[in-house]
T-cell receptor
Framework: GIQVEQSPPDLILQEGANSTLRCNFS?????LQWFHQNPWGQLINLFY???GTKQNGRLSATTVATERYSLLYISSSQTTDSGVYFC???????????FGKGTRLHILP | NAGVTQTPKFRILKIGQSMTLQCTQD?????MYWYRQDPGMGLKLIYY???????DKGEVPNGYNVSRSTTEDFPLRLELAAPSQTSVYFC????????????FGDGTRLSIL
């Protein structure tokens, strides 16, 4: 089945820094999602982005479906950006959505 | 809109006990999912449903059962609780998997002692 791999596994940055998180997937997808899990455990959907680029405030995401990767950019990081970022994609032959293992981001004040 | 509501938020079970985790969504979504998240790990799909009366296994279905009698509700049943089932359980829903994002509940933290 589809493999979803995220890098880096951990990232520690100073407040104000920019970051890029990567998600590679092993098969073609028609749906790619990015989630943020905050320190309280809540999962928030950031982007649904099967292809192209989307922006929402300081966050943006780009998916290059033909090359099977997606990038999440966080600019001017704030301590509230801390948490774990997951990407998720469905397998094409059924509707199972598979999550990567996540990137744990820690923003230092 | 309440979105996806999970109950209870916390529960402690003894080995061998059974319980049902409840999940309700009020967005009229066809697709519903159950995931488990072990400490420091990603989410693994337990079961999912593409509509009322239809369920299918995910990556880690053993030890669990589900039913989908209505569009709104997707309960997850543990019949014989085992320590390996200690985890945080998330329910999610979406309209159509291919072109709509998933919406998650706040999770149920379950400990089996």
């Amino acid at each position: 089945g589809i493999q979803v791999e995220q890098s880096p596994p951990d990232l520690i940055l100073q407040e104000g820094a920019n970051s890029t998180l990567r998600c590679n997937f092993s098969d073609s997808v028609n749906n790619l999602q990015w989630f943020h899990q905050n320190p309280w455990g809540q999962l928030i959907n950031l982007f649904y982005i099967p292809s192209g680029t989307k922006q929402n405030g300081r966050l943006s995401a780009t998916t290059v479906a033909t090359e099977r990767y997606s990038l999440l950019y966080i600019s001017s990081s704030q301590t509230t950006d801390s948490g774990v970022y997951f990407c998720a994609a469905p397998r094409n032959r059924d509707d199972k959505i598979i999550f990567g293992k996540g990137t744990r981001l820690h923003i230092l004040p | 809109n309440a979105g996806v509501t999970q109950t209870p938020k916390f529960r402690i079970l003894k080995i061998g006990q059974s319980m049902t985790l409840q999940c309700t969504q009020d967005m009229n979504h066809n697709y519903m999912y159950w995931y488990r998240q072990d400490p420091g790990m990603g989410l693994k799909l337990i079961y999912y449903s593409v509509g009322a009366g239809i369920t299918d296994k995910g990556e880690v279905p053993n030890g669990y059962n589900v039913s989908r009698s209505t569009t709104e509700d997707f309960p997850l049943r543990l019949e014989l609780a085992a320590p390996s089932q200690t985890s945080v359980y998330f329910c999610a829903s979406s309209w159509v998997v291919s072109n709509q994002p998933q919406h998650f509940g706040d999770g149920t933290r379950l400990s089996i002692l």
